[in-house]
């Protein structure tokens, strides 16, 4: 067991907790402002990918601006969830919502099933991002750099937006009472559909850098993620953006390390991620970053 | 006014329960009816949506048995084993079908075979390599060789061809074929002399490999086998590159899908693996027919599971032929004395005990393509 195998296990961790963590943000912004655990975000991610797929192989756009325009349209996407679904059960009790979600999830995943096919498609990766990068025996693709360094910008620019704009301070308003919001002419439901629009966005570009690396995509491709997010933003702290960042981050590396060192074990991976969510939840269920609302 | 809206609910009930209860009054004459159900979704959806298409392919050659029309009914069992069940149980309590032909995967042919035994209705898996899917079953049968040989094959290829001496598995625990033919693989390989210098698990479904690669790399072996399912190798040998792994990678029939080669790219160039059929290896005259066919309808080149798929067909159909009957008992005691069957992807004969026994092919990735190497005889 030398240094460099360990050094490398870490460089791995850190390259799939980033794309968990990435996911986990969108996941912990919904829950945190509006209580409800977004059960369709592993799905709404999954057509992001498509987006992207069939912008560059039917519409032969550039990669750039497919995926741009992935992003611009999941956003879109998540705006017309929130108006189709869950508006309707804003004020009904949360189970309904949640339960709603759970039929949203179905609902795209099976839509998906109908409109893309069932067989996995290959997903492009632009060659500069396929570079690998040998530092000290320790092997790190490029894309995984780039993947990490633009998780570290999405954190940044939600947290901005939370924190230092007026469509933030709403946002917070809202997580905090949201019949009070109303009555000081907040637009309410204006301010949670953009709620949705930025989570949908960030799941969005959080599939297509998981798309890159994992190079195949699958109607069915968002559930798992969707379920490792869910873990890594109770892990960290729901409601807690930065938190979902880190718990996203130490899942992966845990994961990662416990194949390597164990690798007779390794069929017990998401066994035991899910062994951590029981944990979080039975003993510290405000996770790593503990508050109840987002700060 | 309410006289009136009694008997329309009358004829409505009426006609509900004609619609359910219709193929109950079938007579002779009538179509015979074959059950179908394939992964059409999910994650092994292209072995479900390949021997669809041979099937459909094998119905167009040949349409009639019996001087009936055959009606293929097909359910989706979404690569799930739950849906597998259920998909045979609908097949028979609702479509009534007179045979069945499914599935693609082990675990799932597994999951629906009670239901079919227990009301005596035969049922032929296209592709279900693992030996316990025929294991006390006497209405369960299946036109594909099973894994000891495939294990066996593979084990000499790597230490004879290649001269491994130093193998390393990686296998999905999550299914029953995965997990048997590794030991088959391991039992070979060690009794010639060979060592398995790592083992360690994914499940279907995973997309991160690099721990279980690195792993494996830390323990240097010459060869890693992977008896998995096409989109878990896929992803496994792209990252396997983008590690620094140079060693040869062998895998099993289930491997051969166009999307092992979409998805893995260069990564799965030199890529092995023990298959079922290759048209470069076409024998017989319905091979030559088929694969005709075939192409011109599909665009796509014919491979082992959509050739399965025709041969699970056609196989059944000759039963029907020689039993001159479509009933379950008759047709499975013809199915078991099927002799020397020149079928699509060569010359089956089963046994009483379900399985067929019939030739194998080695195959390489190379140019972006599946060829032809060697051909195996039992």
């Known amino acids: ?295 | 006014m309410k006289s009136v809206k009694l008997s329309v609910a009358f004829v409505l009930i009426a006609l509900l329960v004609a619609s359910f209860s219709g193929p109950a009054f079938a007579q002779a004459g009538d179509a015979v009816r074959i059950g179908v159900f394939l992964p059409m979704t999910g994650g092994v959806a292209s072995y479900g949506q390949m021997e669809w298409a041979g099937i459909q392919m094998a119905n167009r050659m040949k349409p009639r048995v019996l001087g009936r029309p055959v009606e293929l009914i097909l359910v989706d069992e979404k690569s799930d084993r739950i849906e597998a069940a259920n998909a045979v149980d609908r097949l028979i309590s609702r479509n009534r079908v007179h045979a069945i032909i499914g599935t693609a995967t082990s675990s799932n042919t597994m999951a629906a075979t009670p239901i079919a035994e227990k009301a005596r209705i035969p049922i032929i898996s296209p592709t279900a390599t693992d030996p316990r899917v025929t294991q006390n079953r006497k209405y369960t049968f299946r036109v594909c060789f099973i894994d000891p040989f495939q294990g066996e094959v593979a084990a000499r290829f790597a230490f004879n061809s290649l001269k491994a001496r130093r193998a390393a598995l990686l296998i999905d625990r999550a299914q029953d074929y995965c997990v048997d033919l590794a030991n088959f693989f391991r039992n070979n390989f060690t009794k010639m002399g060979g060592k398995i210098v790592q083992t360690t698990y994914c499940q279907t479904g995973d997309q991160d490999f690099t721990a279980q690669i690195s792993a494996i790399m830390a323990t240097r072996p010459d060869i890693l086998y992977l008896p998995n399912y096409y989109a878990e190798d896929a992803l496994i040998c792209k990252q396997a590159a983008e590690l620094g792994m140079r060693i040869p990678i062998m895998s099993a029939d289930g491997a051969q899908a166009p999307e092992l080669i979409k998805i893995g790219g260069k990564a799965v160039e030199g890529f092995l693996l023990t298959g079922h059929f290759e048209k470069e290896g076409a024998a017989t005259k319905l091979a030559k027919q088929y694969i005709r066919n075939y192409e011109g309808k599909f665009k796509m080149e014919a491979s082992g599971f959509d050739a399965l798929g025709a041969d699970a067909y056609f196989v059944l159909l000759n039963a029907m032929e020689r039993a001159k009957s479509v009933e379950g008992p008759r047709v499975r005691a013809a199915l078991a004395k099927t002799r020397k069957f020149e079928g699509v992807s060569g010359v089956i004969n089963i046994g009483e005990d379900g399985n067929a026994v019939k030739s194998m092919v080695i195959l390489q990735v190379k140019n972006g393509k599946f060829r032809y190497l060697a051909t195996v005889n039992p």
């Open chain 1, 1 to 295: 067991m030398d240094f460099s195998f360990l050094a490398q296990q870490v460089i791995n961790g850190i390259s799939l907790g980033g794309l968990y963590g990435l996911i986990a943000v969108g996941y912990t912004l919904v829950y945190g402002i509006l209580r409800l655990i977004n059960f369709a975000h592993g799905d709404i991610m999954m057509i992001g990918c498509y987006f992207a797929f069939y912008g560059i192989f039917m519409f032969s756009l550039p990669w750039w601006a497919s995926f741009l325009l992935a992003v611009i349209l999941t956003a879109a996407a998540g705006i017309l969830i929130d108006i189709g679904a869950y508006r309707p059960v804003r004020n009904a009790p949360r189970i309904s919502a949640l339960i709603t979600a759970i039929g949203v999830s179905f609902l795209l995943e099976n839509l998906g099933l109908v409109l893309f096919s069932g067989r996995p498609k290959a997903f492009y990766r632009p060659e500069f991002l396929s570079e690998i990068r040998e530092i000290a025996g320790v092997r790190i693709l490029d894309l995984n750099i780039w993947s990490f360094v633009l998780t570290l910008v999405l954190l940044g620019v939600i947290l901005f937006i939370i924190h230092d704009t007026r469509t933030g301070r709403a946002m917070r308003c809202i997580a905090y009472d949201m019949e009070t919001t109303k009555l000081m002419g907040v637009d309410v439901n204006r301010i949670i559909a953009l709620t949705f629009a930025i989570g949908s966005a960030a799941a969005a570009a959080g599939g297509i850098m998981w798309a890159m690396r994992y190079p195949q995509i699958n109607p069915l491709m968002g559930i798992i993620p969707g379920l490792k997010a869910f873990v890594a933003a109770v892990l960290g702290g729901i409601g807690n953006v930065t938190g979902a960042m880190l718990g996203g981050l130490l899942l992966g590396i845990i994961e990662i390390l416990l194949v390597a060192l164990r690798p007779d074990m390794a069929g017990y991976r998401d066994a035991i991620a899910f062994a951590i969510l029981i944990l979080i939840l039975l003993f510290r269920p405000t996770g790593l970053m503990g508050q109840k609302l987002p700060d």
